[in-house]
């Protein structure tokens, strides 16, 4: 059975900085990435990144703020966030693809718990 089990998240200060991170149980998955689900909004995509490419692709509302990066060693995808803002406040979720890429409309199958980020104005 798969797990994916994230850490990482907290409540922090606009302009401030966490590290999200996501340990898969089983295997190394093609396509890992991050979801978002605000409170009375629908999950949205923020970042993913495929096994066999270095170019990871963004949401355009993280695009120069968030990094996402894979060690595959450990199973383990990271989502750095930088100069967080009011708005990113979510609950971000790990997903993960095994052969096919995680796109903004098509996730994987299987998902992380989800980690509580909050940021106050």
């Known amino acids: 059975q798969v797990h994916l089990v994230e850490s990482g998240g907290g409540l922090v200060e606009a302009g401030a900085s966490l590290r999200l991170s996501c340990a898969a149980s089983?295997?190394?998955?093609?396509?890992m990435g991050w979801f978002r689900q605000a409170a009375g909004k629908e999950r949205e995509f923020v970042a993913a990144?495929?096994?066999?490419?270095?170019?990871?692709y963004y949401a355009d509302s993280v695009k120069g703020r968030f990094t996402i990066s894979r060690d595959n060693a450990k199973n383990t995808v990271y989502l750095q966030m930088n100069s967080l803002r009011p708005e990113d406040t979510a609950v971000y979720y790990c997903?993960?693809?095994?052969?096919?890429?995680?796109?903004?409309?098509?996730?994987?199958?299987?998902w992380g718990q989800g980690t509580q980020v909050t940021v106050s104005s």
């Open positions: 997903n993960a693809r095994e052969y096919l890429p995680i796109t903004y409309s098509s996730p994987g199958p299987y």
């Open positions: 089983v295997r190394t998955f093609r396509s």
């Open positions: 990144m495929s096994s066999m490419s270095s170019s990871p």
